[in-house]
């Protein structure tokens, strides 16, 4: 029989089990100076997250180079301040990126991609571009016509219902930057909206969460997004309808029963 | 009816209640998204001066949301004790405001009109109440609610216990769980948000939960905030159910939009009360809320968010709940922006409850895109404390790694317990020494003589 584990030990194992911040010491009742400064840190990161500038070249170019074409928009949100106190402007297109989606014309495509900023900036930059590139091939191998890429600045998921109506595309995914939290400040998530049109509801969508290297990797996320893509355009639908016939990382909403935002 | 205040040479017209309520209320983003707010501060002020004028009586007599359009306007005129209102029936919205800070309003007169009180009568005082006055008249309000243990005893405040993980490994669970016990905490329920939404999943949990409250024998309550539907589907599989959940708005189509109508959660209390699993007391009902989630739906009916969380509490009140709070920080900045709009409606959420005689707690807390930090959590936390609440969260290092969001932590509740001298459930405290986790004066001992460590060293091997 193996010797007792000491307390400190313990909570060493305890701590294994969970991300959540267990086992942490005490000065008197209150916290130690070392996790008071950890946790200002996690949370300077998810802050910076929600304020880091939307920088769509990198992206536009790597995409390019993946044979994607490439169109910029904003949303009717002019500024960052604007986006986090008016939803229904992050939700509209800008006049002016009004204009220029309907010059490019309704192509029709399969799938259009959205590339929103959403509240993490961060996410988008780091993951957006190997997560498209690794699900690309696998749009290939089904024979299906995708893009453009729109890449959207301060815009929220409901962006990609105007701009997938005015491509004329038979289904959106929109790749957006979840909002941070203190162990998560860089989660991308995908939204799949089949026959896209302004008015759409969240119970219409289907939704995977947490794609970034220390999450969903991406190849397992690719596979999951492809599955559903070939799903809602097979069955001519996305939502609470395809939920229940997803793996366990599929679901149709997150199921937080917890009062939100719409 | 239109409500009129003359400031100099201007005169101030509002077109009726609900407008003049809206236009009265102190600033928030959730009023200014909806289009409500009052377009200056001038005009907010004369707002609160023609509502100071207004009779109570008035307030009864104009619904702000149409009795034949709307099943909790019903409740709150169908539930409305007028005898207990008698007492402060000739007052006009002003006056009730001077009685509530008077020495007459003591613990025991506050009780007693508490049923008298509607919703509306609630936030239109609270609208010309300064954060000092919702802190103070709140602590004169005694609401002692009991099922295995009692909560909101004077000097007394209460933890939620809240050991959520990402994919609701049981394992997981069970860590955060330990951890919280081991820094004294959750005496107001132990209380998980589960990842999903399987029956077979929470099921899973609400028998850990009892398991471990079973093993130790620790008189506090388990809960898993699931709908309501899925709670009592889980009660007629034979599941160890204390607590019911529910998310509960102050308008009919914000509860229908979370699946909710009010026949459910009568059937779902019955259901719990049938199982007869308390020992001090029969109060099964655990009820969240929080401002912006009417507006949110787009079930807000032109109504001020403040007020639509006031009715709230009218839907909470009719279950006789043993919990109920206020999410105050969580909904997101586009309701409440920052740090000074999220404690001014944490204080107005806990007055309100409070005066409507609620056992009102707060999920002390915020998201990463408003614009508040620890800081403005202390702030509010500390406030609450002096106002006597009845419970704050527990959550292990205050970052809710499901949820994505800040609340309290244990260690938080340790500070205000050693900032005001509060103590537990008095059931829980005495369990916590019988651990050999608190000493005589309820302040932590090392805990290294605790028998908890056996379960811990079982959940780590």
């Not at chain 2, 000097?155 to 997981?172: E, F, I, S």
């Not at chain 2, 404390?385 to 938080?412: E, K, R």
């Amino acid at each position: 029989m193996s010797r007792e584990l000491s307390p400190a030990e313990l909570m060493q194992a305890l701590r294994r089990l969970t991300p959540a911040r267990i086992g942490l010491a005490r000065a008197g009742a209150s916290l130690g100076t070392d996790e008071v400064l950890r946790f200002a840190l996690a949370h300077a990161q998810a802050r910076d997250a929600v304020h880091t500038a939307f920088d769509p070249a990198p992206i536009a170019a790597a995409l390019t180079a993946l044979d994607l074409d490439v169109i910029e928009v904003q949303s009717a949100a002019a500024s960052r301040d604007v986006y986090l106190r008016r939803p229904d402007l992050g939700r509209t297109l800008s006049g002016e990126s009004r204009d220029l989606l309907s010059q490019a014309g309704a192509t029709g495509p399969d799938l259009a991609f959205v590339v929103a900023d959403g509240l993490s900036a961060r996410a988008v930059h780091e993951h957006a571009v190997p997560f498209i590139q690794a699900l690309l091939p696998l749009l290939a191998r089904a024979g299906l016509r995708v893009g453009p890429a729109v890449l959207a600045r301060e815009a929220r998921v409901a962006l990609g219902d105007e701009v997938g109506a005015l491509l004329g595309a038979r289904a959106v995914a929109v790749l957006i930057g979840e909002r941070p939290g203190l162990s998560s400040p860089d989660s991308l998530g995908l939204y799949l909206t089949f026959a896209p049109r302004p008015g759409r509801h969240d119970a219409e969508r289907n939704c995977i969460s947490n794609i970034r290297t220390a999450g969903l990797a991406y190849a397992e996320a690719a596979h999951k997004a492809a599955w559903l893509i070939s799903e809602a355009l097979r069955r001519g639908l996305t939502g609470v309808d395809l939920k229940d016939e997803s793996g366990p990382a599929l679901t149709a909403q997150p199921a937080k029963e917890r009062i939100g935002p719409a | 009816m239109p409500y009129r205040t003359t400031i100099g040479v201007h005169s101030w017209v509002f077109g009726d209640l609900k407008d003049l309520m809206a236009k009265a209320t102190p600033p928030r983003a959730g009023d200014r998204l909806a289009g409500v707010a009052a377009g200056s501060a001038e005009e907010s002020v004369a707002a609160r001066m023609a509502l100071a004028d207004l009779p109570l009586k008035q307030i009864l007599a104009e619904p702000l949301i149409p009795y034949e359009d709307d099943d909790v306007t019903r409740l709150i005129i169908d539930t409305h004790d007028q005898a207990a209102f008698a007492p402060i029936a000739s007052l006009t919205v002003g006056e009730f405001r001077n009685w509530l800070l008077s020495e007459a309003a003591t613990g025991e007169a506050l009780a007693g009109v508490a049923r008298g009180i509607t919703p509306e009568m609630a936030a239109a005082v609270c609208k010309l109440m300064r954060n000092q006055d919702l802190i103070l008249v709140a602590r004169k309000c005694r609401v002692v609610t009991a099922l295995r243990n009692t909560i909101g005893l004077p000097g007394t405040m209460a933890v939620r216990l809240q050991p959520n993980h990402p994919t609701d490994d049981p394992k997981g669970v069970a860590a955060s769980v330990l951890d919280g016990l081991l820094l004294g905490a959750g005496d107001a329920c132990i209380g998980i948000n589960p990842a999903s939404d399987n029956v077979a999943v929470i099921g899973d949990l609400m028998r850990l939960l009892d398991e471990i409250i079973e093993r130790f024998d620790i008189p506090t309550q388990s809960c898993v905030l699931t709908h309501v539907t899925t709670t009592l589907e889980l009660i007629r599989r034979g599941a160890p159910v204390d607590l019911v959940f529910q998310s509960v708005a102050g308008t009919q189509a914000a509860n229908r939009s979370f699946g909710v109508e009010l026949p459910m959660l009568r059937e779902a209390r019955d259901a719990a009360l049938s199982l007869n699993r308390g020992t001090v007391g029969r109060n099964v009902m655990y009820f969240e809320t929080g401002q912006g989630s009417a507006l949110s739906a787009g079930a807000h009916h032109g109504v001020d968010q403040q007020t639509c969380e006031a009715r709230a509490y009218a839907v909470a009140r009719a279950f006789d709940p043993l919990l109920v709070n206020s999410v105050v920080g969580f909904i997101g900045p586009e309701y409440l922006n920052d740090g000074k709009e999220i404690i001014r409606a944490g204080l107005e959420d806990h007055f309100c409850g409070k005066i409507m005689g609620l056992p009102l707690g707060v999920d002390v807390c915020y998201t990463n895109h408003a614009e508040a930090d620890q800081d403005d959590m202390d702030t509010l936390l500390t406030l609450l404390a002096a106002a006597g609440i009845t419970y704050v969260m527990g959550v292990p290092g205050a970052d809710d790694v499901m949820l994505n969001y800040q609340s309290t932590s244990f260690h938080d509740a340790l500070y205000v317990r050693e900032l005001f001298g509060l103590k537990r459930a008095p059931e829980f405290e005495a369990w916590l020494a019988r651990m050999r986790l608190v000493g005589d004066d309820g302040r932590l001992l090392d805990g290294v003589g605790t028998p908890l460590l056996a379960g811990a060293r079982e959940i780590a091997a």
